[in-house]
C-alpha cells in the first residue's frame, strides 16, 4: 500500500499537469493537428488519474493500481514538461 506521503506527491503533480495544460489551452499556445490531439488525451487520462488518486486519500488503494496510476502521471508530466521547456513558458 503507498503512503500518503506517496499519494500526495503524485497527486501534485498530476496537478502540475492539469493546471499547465488549462494555462496553455487558455493561451492558446496549443497547436492545431497532432498536438492539440495529444493534449486533449493527456488532459483525459490526467483527469482520470486525479479521479483516481482523490480516492485514494480517503478509501485507499492498492499497490498496483497506485503503481498504475503512478506511470501514467509520470509519463503525463515529463511529456507536458518537455512540452512546456520547448515552448519556452
Known amino acids: 500500500m503507498p503512503s500518503a506521503i506517496e499519494i ?13 495544460l488549462n494555462r496553455m489551452v487558455d493561451n492558446g499556445q496549443v497547436d492545431d493537428g497532432l498536438e492539440a490531439n ?12 486525479c479521479v483516481t488518486l482523490m480516492a485514494a486519500g480517503t478509501d485507499g488503494i492498492g499497490a498496483v493500481s497506485f503503481w498504475v496510476t503512478k506511470k501514467t502521471v509520470d509519463r503525463d508530466f515529463k ?3 518537455a512540452m512546456n521547456d520547448r515552448k519556452g513558458l
Open 79 to 81: 511529456t507536458v514538461s
Open 38 to 49: 495529444n493534449v486533449a488525451r493527456i488532459m483525459k487520462t490526467n483527469r482520470a488519474s
Open 8 to 20: 500526495s506527491e503524485c497527486f501534485g503533480r498530476a496537478n502540475w499537469v492539469q493546471d499547465t
